[in-house]
RNA sequence: CUGCCCGUAGCAUAGCCGGAUAAUGCACAAGACUCCGACUCUUGAGACCGUAGGUUCGAAUCCUAUCGGGCAGGCCA
């Protein structure tokens, strides 16, 4: 639709050239006022004539008349003047030269307007703290972010994905201890991440009535910090079985980072940016702390060292973002972490802008709503936690019943019950806005009705299934469309490049969801109503076969823009 | 106390850089198809867009106030 809006913009330009030489409209003016009606069969887009109406002195209506009149266009079938706005239409012709054949044309390509060729976004996605639970509130930062992560590809970015580890601090004194004092190398080997979260919980328990471990703790991260040997073995080995297990999680969806340089990587990276700060003299002692104040803009201070001199978080996310800039020079460094770290992401994208860094306005912090289960809030304490791949594992589960149920002699069963199961979480979650509190409620999670994920999967596999049947057919007659499902389908196929924009401008992977959303009805509308292979017509039939293949193509496309995988069959 | 975010049909939401009858799904009530994939499609009912003011030719959308919910606010991340 963009270059269908473009076309008529530029005709639309030189048809008020001709009403009054008053109007002193460029290109990219009337295209910002283009909108599309309420209803597809008032037009295709519209043309709202009221703010003309000061200019010329005339009524809305009276200019869209006049204008419809004089309008000529080689791709508008027919232009209405209706309540003071130009409805205008498209023409089939326009469809299929330059929808079908286009996305015919470009294949997987289509959709990108190639706008990050050539620029570098990093994404600081997902995160999880090593050797803690790995739980649906992380959901929100790794599908989101590997979602920004895959439009910002998809337009043509150079990516780096982040996976910024909570891999350092007084923890892993805890730890060793723990590990120490109960576990034992065969547990942590058999038991992985949920030993260690285990050993976590014990320490916990018993320092409540022995503060005593809380010292020694301290004293083994101290021991870590200066690099004593055993414990920096201990730790790598935390760290390796954490990550191994967030691993499998991350390979059902999909996603793979290029680096997981986590907290640890950046202990020796910040004392150069204290110094700076100190240098600078933006820091100043505060009861003991160092802070950067940011009063004058109506900011509490940014705590950049403990009153024992010791660093925080504000200061590791400086460090972490001087030394991105200087590996990867991005363009644009994205944030995904929930809702609540907002004021701290203002804060210190604050200092780095006083620090005189002037890459500062490429930090974007995406923040997400909170997650509560059932309607209560998330907590370990009290077991109110669901780990990601216990949620997997139950929506693939369920998937694989409905499959021995309806198509036992299904190959890869598996493979495609894991696409299907985790699909339908992940698109449960990123159907709505971000920025919105989420409550997971499991039953509509796993729903397969209306507009979920498993609807959308068995869409794309019923194209699938329609250009085997069709396959060895030669498709290459003229394309004709002799329906209003056809064209409608196009239409639909032709906005796709605009959910990507538009996704990509909000930092809102929903827009993918809903477009997805669009096609699927959208297609099975025309399904219900046209027969495809079995269409009498040949080249009727030949258009919608070809048609179903564009289909396959933009859904592909979306799919994988939102991490959910795709089967071909189910 | 201060700041940020959210508040739309029974439920979950879309629409929010102002524009034509407020859209979708679930649930509910009818119906079509049962043929290319078991799915799906059609129709109906259901909303004075939290409340009150204001700006505008025009407000769910912008501004102010207010209520309700969530989150954050110097030594956690």
Redesign the pocket.
Known sequence: MNNFKLTVAKDMLSCLAEISSDINLTVDDIL??F?????S???D????C??L??ILRKA?PMIAKEISEKFKSSVVSKV?A??????IFVTNEYLINNVLYEIENKKEKYGSDGSGIGKVAVFDYS?P?VAKPFHIGHLGTTVIGHSLKMLHEFQGYDCVGINYL?D???QFGKLIVAYDTWGSQEKVENGGVDELVALYVKFHQEAEKDEELNQLARNEFTKLESHDERNIKLWKWFVDISLKEYQKTYKQLGIEFDSYKG?SFYTDKMPAQIEKLRNSGLMKI????S?VDLSEY????C?I????G???????DIAAAVYRKEAYNFDKCIYV????????FAQWFKVVELMGYDWYDKLVHV?Y??V?INGE?LATRTGNVILLKDLFATAIEKVSE??E??????PNKEEVSEAVGVGSVVFYYL?????????F?ME?AL??????G??AQ??Y??C???L???SGLNVNTDPVITSSEEADLLKVLSKFNEAVK?AI??Y?P??IT?YI?DV??S?????????????EDESVRNT?IRLTNAVKTVLGSAFGLICMKK????
């Open positions: 910002a006022m909108e599309y009606p309420p209803d069969s008032l037009g887009i519209a043309f709202p009221f703010k109406s000061r809305p209405e209706v309540n003071g706005y130009l409805n995160s703290n909570g350092w601090g007084t907290e505060d009861d003991g702390a802070i109506n900011m509490p201070p705590l060292l403990k009153r024992d010791s660093t925080l978080y504000p200061t590791r972490t929930s809702a609540g770290q907002s004021l701290h923040p709503g909170t509560s809030k409905i499959i149920e309806k198509n036992p002699n299904l159907y709505n806005n971000r920025i919105k509190d989420i409550n409620i509509d729903s397969f009705d209306g507009n979920t498993p609807y068995y869409t596999a019923r699938c299934g329609i085997e049947k069709a538009d401008k909000e809102e929903s827009v809903r959303i699927c009805s297609f099975n509308k025309f399904y219900h109503n046209c027969q495809i292979v079995n269409a919608r089967t071909e069959k189910i």
